[in-house]
């Protein structure tokens, strides 16, 4: 269990940004990454984007998922939906044999973006070495409002009892909240942690290049929340060209 599994989720809405980032990731490996695998998760209503999936797999070994079992729409029922359904596809797929062991699953959206190339295995490293310190299962951006939790667009153990607690034991949660915030409470029992390589900003509907650089300068490999494509317009620009 040396990798890790990216799992991309999106829906119709943000599946045209969701592939840019795709393909961004598999841009900025420089060969075939031997440190992730790349998951697509697609809502019950969207279609994958067979183009975008053929252009990853040559950079990744590459899984897909449309959540056909799951049919919450709109915020945040349409998204905790899609985060218990693509643990328990992970989970499912790990105990049949037909995915590896993950020793971390990293689950994504599109309004989150890679800041440097080398992102997956300065993440891959902060876990082992978090695992080092103290048994950790959540492990991802600490956000204060409206009260201290882990954003969604984090890592989160690849084991099979980890999985299993998330997708059979708990498996779901009331529509009206996202699940980070309501899962808070057991996300501590299982053990979390702030990952100071991730950063995640509140509703910001855009970036500057001056404030991404500075996220670099500070060790941020991994952003989420901002809405429009300028930081994956920026990157693009410093590190493919």
């Not at 119709?12 to 795709?22: N, S, T, Y």
């Not at 498996?171 to 501590?188: S, V, Y």
């Not at 979390?192 to 991730?198: G, I, V």
């Amino acid at each position: 269990m040396n990798k890790i599994l990216l799992a991309l989720q999106y829906w119709e809405g943000d599946k045209a940004q969701a592939m840019r980032l795709a393909r961004l990731v598999a841009d900025l490996e420089p060969r075939h990454c031997e440190n992730a695998d790349f998951l697509f998760v697609s809502r019950f209503d969207c279609a994958h984007d067979n183009e975008t999936i053929l252009y990853v797999q040559k950079k990744f070994n590459v899984h897909t998922h449309v959540n056909r079992h799951r049919r919450g729409t709109g915020w945040p029922h349409g998204c905790n939906d899609l985060w218990f359904g693509t643990m328990d596809h992970v989970y499912s797929f790990c105990e049949a044999k037909r995915m590896p062991p993950y020793k971390a699953i990293l689950t994504f959206e599109a309004d989150a973006c890679p800041l440097v190339p080398n992102w997956i295995r300065e993440l891959s490293g902060a876990w082992d070495a978090q695992q080092e310190r103290t048994i950790t299962k959540v492990f991802g951006p600490r956000v204060q409002w409206p009260l201290p939790h882990i954003n969604g667009n984090a890592l989160f153990g690849g084991d099979m009892l980890t999985l299993h607690k998330l997708s059979r034991q708990i498996g779901g949660c009331p529509p009206d909240k996202g699940w980070d915030f309501i899962l808070a409470k057991e996300f501590k029992q299982m053990g979390w942690a702030d990952c100071p390589l991730m950063k995640s900003e509140w509703q910001c509907k855009t970036m500057p290049e001056a404030a991404i650089e500075a996220y670099r300068a500070a060790g941020v490999v991994f952003l989420h929340g901002v809405k429009d494509d300028s930081v994956l317009t920026e990157v693009r620009k410093r590190f493919v060209g």
